[in-house]
């Protein structure tokens, strides 16, 4: 008897473990834009159109490689709306002994499959999922029996599994991170590297249609340049490598007004869909470095985010799911201001990152962590509210890589498992990375009045407010010995101040 292979969307990578398993003579695989998926959070019009692009490309490509596939159309009206659905159709039409899938990148996902033994009376399989260079057990064991866990030990431990950037057992460079070399700002010199557009063929400029027509999805749809390809992702990659990777490094955490990329890959969008392997990617800048096209701040930082903190947010997502999601040590309750969703606010950072989301489905790790993240953490918004966010806005969103960096990462709602210390921020922090607060409505130098940056006193008073749960953070020392030194006037106009943002939020 046949075996049913269910591919995921997001894992369209051509070593996916299901296709070693089973075979194209006897067995059938499934894939299927399914309604459950695309409206479970108020995705991104461009994050849908992606995904389905990339699907119909990969079935045709399974199809020319002899594979049988069924494919779900999207139907808004038929009865088949989640992968439950979808298997229990497939089951109808034909007998199959077993289904085979590999490891979801959801929780929820993985719970739904390991349902299905009961409900369809068959053995279902679950492989592991090649998009990663750490398997979830060595995560495990690499974690187990550590007081901290933290990132900077996972990566260099990654470092020596992949032999990427070693000289022997030593650091190449002679050291494991040049960090200090990356915090310069961005003035407009050298001219920032766009990432490379592709043109929607045929069967994109269907699913483009599609998402326009049938469906109410968030953000704008115009000039979708996405690559959906293994090919285009690897152009895409070539691209970045030649014009991005040689400043990647110096401007990693600039952020500027009218730039929404700077030096930024956008290789996320491919990487998590399985479009290019996380170690060809690494692989390619080293050679830029081998090549002397571009230096070791930059090769480092970039490999370090792949895999570094791309494995590491991994790792920790499935060690300690579903409780994570739960989690809110800092007691955050605040409803997510509305303009998250409209971008319009007077604050110009945020106007202009949200802005950014809207048309791009992007912003980049400082826009999110230092502008959007660091506002939801100091204003104390509900982690639920702001992570159902930032999973519906990236079209690189899934919750196995949204939920650590927004709950843990941004929140510290995880009390600091997955970061040693909170990002907060005040606006000082913005104006030196950026040019937004020359054209912003408030003045980033006044704490309090009616004219000052919001950023100012929601970061004191987020100090203030937690000072019981951070204060012996030794990485807060020097914030806390600052705000000690604020006399209780100063600290009581904060306060009203932080209380009237609070009531106020969706008139900022
Ligand atoms: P580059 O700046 O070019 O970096 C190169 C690659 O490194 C990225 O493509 C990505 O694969 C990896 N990377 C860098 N930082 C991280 C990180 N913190 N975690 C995981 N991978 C990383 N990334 C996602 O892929 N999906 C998400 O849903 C996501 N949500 C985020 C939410 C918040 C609140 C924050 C602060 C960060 C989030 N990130 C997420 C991490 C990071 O911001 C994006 O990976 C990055 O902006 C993607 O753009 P890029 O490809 O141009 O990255
Ligand atoms: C994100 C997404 C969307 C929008 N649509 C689909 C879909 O229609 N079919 C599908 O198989 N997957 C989709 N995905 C990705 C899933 O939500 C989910 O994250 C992964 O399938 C888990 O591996
Ligand atoms: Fe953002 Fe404050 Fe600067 Fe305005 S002044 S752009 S709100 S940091």
């Known amino acids: 008897m046949a075996r049913l292979g269910l591919i995921f969307g997001d894992q369209l990578n051509q070593d996916h473990a299901l296709l070693d398993c089973l075979d194209p003579a006897s067995d059938r695989l499934l894939m299927g834009e399914l309604v459950g998926e695309a409206t479970h959070v108020w995705h991104h019009a461009k994050k849908i159109a992606l995904v389905f692009a990339a699907m119909r490309h990969r079935a045709d490509a399974l199809r020319e490689a002899a594979w049988t596939l069924d494919y ?12 439950t659905d979808l298997v229990a159709e497939a089951l109808r039409d034909r007998e199959f002994e077993e289904i085979v899938v590999s490891w979801p990148g959801e ?6 499959v390991r349902g299905w033994e009961k409900t369809f009376g068959i053995p279902v399989t679950v492989l592991p999922d090649s998009r990663f260079l750490c398997p979830l057990e060595d995560f495990e064991s690499w974690a187990d029996g550590r007081k901290q866990l933290r990132m900077e030990y996972f990566y260099r431990q990654m470092r020596r599994r992949t032999g990427l950037l070693m000289d022997g057992d030593q650091p190449r460079g002679g050291a494991w991170n040049f960090d200090r070399d990356n915090r310069k700002p961005w003035r407009g010199d050298p001219p920032p590297a766009r990432p490379m557009r592709f043109k929607p063929d045929e069967t994109t400029a269907e699913v483009l249609e599609l998402v326009a027509d049938k469906m109410d999805a968030f953000g704008s749809l115009d000039d979708f340049d996405l690559p959906v390809t293994p090919t285009q992702a690897r152009q895409a990659l070539a691209h970045f490598i030649r014009s991005g990777l040689p400043h990647f490094g110096d401007f990693q955490d600039a952020m500027a007004d009218d730039e929404d990329w700077l ?9 998590n869909l399985g479009l290019l392997d996380p170690i060809e990617v690494c692989e390619a800048a080293e050679r830029a470095l081998d090549e002397g096209q571009a230096p070791i701040n930059a090769v480092e930082g ?15 997502y499935w060690m300690k799911m579903p409780a994570y999601a739960d989690m809110n040590e800092l007691d955050s309750n605040e409803p997510l201001p509305a303009w998250y969703w409209t971008g319009e606010t007077g604050m110009r950072c945020l106007a202009q990152t949200i802005d950014a989301t809207r048309r791009n489905a992007y912003a980049h790790h400082i826009q999110r962590l230092m502008v959007t993240g660091n506002f939801a953490l100091i204003f104390g ?35 600091g498992l997955l970061g040693s210390k909170p990002y907060a921020a005040s606006g000082k922090y913005i104006q030196r990375m950026s040019n937004y607060c020359k054209q912003c409505r408030y003045q980033v130098a006044d704490t309090v ?6 950023f100012n006193a929601l970061y004191w008073d987020f100090l203030d407010r937690n000072r019981e749960r951070l204060e012996s953070n030794q990485r807060m020392r020097m914030m806390y010995r600052n705000l000690d030194r604020m006399d209780s006037d100063k600290l009581t106009a904060i306060r009203e101040r932080a209380a009237w943002l609070r009531e106020n939020a969706d008139s900022l």
């Open 449 to 454: 009045g009616e004219k000052a940056c919001p």
């Open 381 to 415: 918004v509900l982690p639920r509210e702001i992570c159902e966010w930032y999973l519906a806005v990236y079209a690189d969103a899934y919750d196995w890589v949204e939920l650590p960096n927004t709950l843990g990462m941004v929140m510290h709602a995880d009390g």
């Open 72 to 83: 779900h159309r999207y139907d808004p009206d038929s009865a088949c709306q989640s992968f």
């Open 263 to 271: 030096f930024h890959s956008r290789l996320s969008f491919s990487m």
């Open 107 to 112: 929780w929820r996902v993985l719970d739904e």
């Open 302 to 316: 970039f490999i370090r985010q792949v895999i570094g903190w791309r494995e590491y947010v991994r790792g920790i």
